[in-house]
């Protein structure tokens, strides 16, 4: 049995389709979810679908039985992460899984980014269980520039603080991919780390232009100060823990944090990842 938790997240629901295209029997797939009834879809598609609460270790044992692989795909409540991610951990561990797959943040032993505080401590706790594991260090989505494209056709501009920094950035799909090889690969005997990143970086002052060049409308990139990219996304009624994180990624791209040029990604998927005018072309186009 493969579990993936977080299984009707944009990201989990990829995996799951990832391994159904590599041939992995529907009943053998746990989708690990908090709320079942949101993952009827999958259901429907012979998925088996088990109610997994961070908060209730009972659900955790119970949605685990038989994993041999399992995938914790990273939770979306910044600052309660660590303690999410330690349950399920504990709870592989109690289950005796053979391979435990995470997905982390590109370089986050190193990142100067403030969401790499809880990736370090997730992956510190999944070294100290002594579970066989592959740590996917995931750098950021194609998907995560959609409300700069789109803005940069309305308004000519795409506002940041990452100066002249690259992102080397991948659609979900492609990473989901990459869960996908793992969890259907074989096990490493310890800790196995991997940086996965996109296979061409660009900076914002190119993806500028490539939006320009995609949609004939004339579109640059300006570059201002963390605070004033901070204060523009928190005016524009992003919450404000949201747009401090936002804020301090670009700036961490600024440094790099965010660009790899190691390829694994491309080597694991076997084909190069989804250039950013591709999604930049979907963007546009729906």
């Known amino acids: 049995m493969i579990v993936v938790t977080g299984a009707t997240g944009q990201l989990g629901r990829l995996v799951i389709a990832a391994l159904l ?6 009943n053998q797939i746990v989708a690990a979810v908090r709320s079942p009834e949101k993952a009827a879809d999958l259901a429907a598609q012979g998925v088996v679908v088990r109610r997994a609460d961070y908060a209730d270790a009972a659900s955790l044992d119970a949605a685990f039985i038989g994993a041999k692989q399992l995938l914790l795909i990273s939770g979306n409540e910044i600052g309660q992460r660590v303690a999410q991610h330690q349950a399920v951990i504990d709870a592989a561990k109690r289950a005796g899984v053979a391979l435990l797959a995470y997905t982390s943040l590109l370089h986050a032993d190193r990142s100067p980014l403030e969401l790499g505080v809880e990736h370090r401590a997730t992956e510190a706790a999944i070294a100290a269980s002594g579970l066989p594991a592959t740590i996917l260090r995931n750098g950021w989505y194609n998907e995560n520039f959609a409300t700069r494209i789109t803005g940069a056709v309305t308004t000519g501009a795409i506002y940041g603080c ?21 969890l259907t690969g074989t096990a490493p005997a310890g800790v196995q780390v991997l940086e996965l990143a996109g296979s061409a970086g660009f900076s914002l002052a190119a993806l500028a232009a490539k939006v320009a060049a995609a949609s004939g409308k004339p579109a640059q990139y300006h570059n201002v100060s963390q605070a004033e990219y901070h204060a523009a996304l928190a005016q524009h009624g992003l919450p404000e823990v949201f747009a401090a994180l936002l804020a301090n990624s670009d700036a961490g791209a600024a440094t790099g944090a965010l660009f790899d040029d190691g390829h694994t990604l491309a080597t694991l998927i076997g084909r190069p990842t989804t250039p950013i005018e591709t999604t930049i072309a979907a963007v546009l186009g729906g």
């Open 21 to 26: 295209h590599r041939n992995v029997a529907a």
């Open 162 to 182: 990452a100066g002249e920094g690259k992102f080397a950035s991948a659609t979900r799909a492609d990473y989901a991919e990459a869960a996908a090889v793992v």
